[in-house]
């Protein structure tokens, strides 16, 4: 995202769309590769609502997230490219709240990685995850990227 100090993220995520809805994909592809024709997009308030849940000490993937509100809305998967505004959104408009915040930092992206277009960038991150106690490792030599070690040993289960 850009121009974030300019953009009210608290009436971005209060914004539904539309949404809950579930739209029938008829793409070979994409149902190939998501493995069913039932897309389901959630508004960006579900996203928060399910990152409040993560416990300090755990972590949920974005992944995580959409398999959970696919399967909660009888769908066959969540729309990918809304789930990551979604998510940003969220991260931002807790950083505009003085209160009830989100603790976004406990959402990684696939494989553990930390996002970087979270408020502060994967730098912000990484030191509010090592504070609650996880080890992050750095990849690459050229394109830097940072990943909770290990993280599937701090996965939280959503219910």
């Not at 995520?13 to 793409?27: E, G, H, N």
């Not at 972590?59 to 505004?85: C, E, M, Q, S, W």
């Not at 969220?90 to 277009?117: C, F, H, I, M, V």
Request: positive net charge.
């Amino acid at each position: 995202m850009a121009n974030e100090s300019k953009k009210d993220f608290n009436a971005m995520l209060l914004d539904s769309k539309d949404m809950p809805k579930i739209q029938t994909v008829t793409d070979p592809k994409t149902i190939a590769k998501y493995g069913g024709t039932k897309m389901f997009f959630a508004p960006p308030a579900a996203y928060d609502a399910l990152m409040k849940t993560v416990p300090c000490g755990k972590v949920v993937t974005v992944g995580a997230l959409r398999a959970y509100l696919a399967k909660l809305n009888h769908a066959d998967f969540t729309d990918p490219i809304t789930t990551g505004i979604f998510v940003s959104i969220a991260a931002w408009a807790s950083e505009q709240r003085t209160e009830n915040p989100t603790p976004y930092w406990r959402t990684l992206k696939a494989d553990g990685e930390l996002n970087p277009k979270y408020p502060g960038g994967a730098e912000a991150q990484k030191a509010k995850l090592e504070a609650e106690g996880h080890r992050i490792m750095q990849r690459g030599r050229t394109n830097l990227r940072w990943f909770v070690a290990d993280f599937e040993q701090a996965l939280f289960e959503l219910k």
